[in-house]
């Protein structure tokens, strides 16, 4: 699938970096505990929570957290605060998405990535099946949840 030019460019200031179709991919709620921009999250009776379950078992449609402020963004590093209106994006297959990955760990280009069970992606060795999203850049001994290029699968 080709991608915009603009992915050997782009400002790492935007958690939805290439979308094919917006549509109605916007979503509103209110946040269930602190939750940061890039966050893989689950909805609850009481709001979003970081995603709690590691491995392949996801509720589908894959929903992360966007950065603060619908029409003025502040930066992909601005965590909401418990009880506070979280902007979400329902993510769909071929998005390409900034998205936190889990710390301590090292990803290579192509990897599948899976929920960590915190909200973040971490690398799969294959089992469970069930990827969120493909690494579209190395990172390497990840620190305080990186941000990381994926592309939804």
């Known amino acids: 699938m080709p991608y915009p030019g603009f992915l050997t460019t782009f400002t790492r200031n935007m958690i939805v970096v290439w979308c094919p179709t917006f549509g109605d991919q916007h979503l509103e709620d209110i946040a269930d505990g602190a939750l940061k921009p890039g966050m893989l999250v689950k909805k609850t009776a009481d709001g979003m929570i970081a995603h709690p379950t590691a491995g392949g078992d996801l509720d589908l449609p894959v929903i992360v957290v966007k950065e603060n402020g619908y029409y003025y963004p502040t930066n992909v590093d601005t965590a909401y605060a418990d009880e506070e209106r979280v902007f979400l994006h329902k993510a769909k297959s071929g998005d ?50 990186p941000l990381i290029l994926v592309r939804i699968n």
């Open 96 to 145: 390409i998405l900034l998205m936190r990955f889990k710390t301590g760990e090292t990803s290579a280009k192509g990897m599948q990535l899976i929920s960590d069970g915190a909200g973040s992606l971490k690398a799969t060795t294959g089992s469970p099946t069930r990827n969120i999203a493909t690494a579209l850049e190395v990172i390497t001994t990840a620190v305080d949840n």
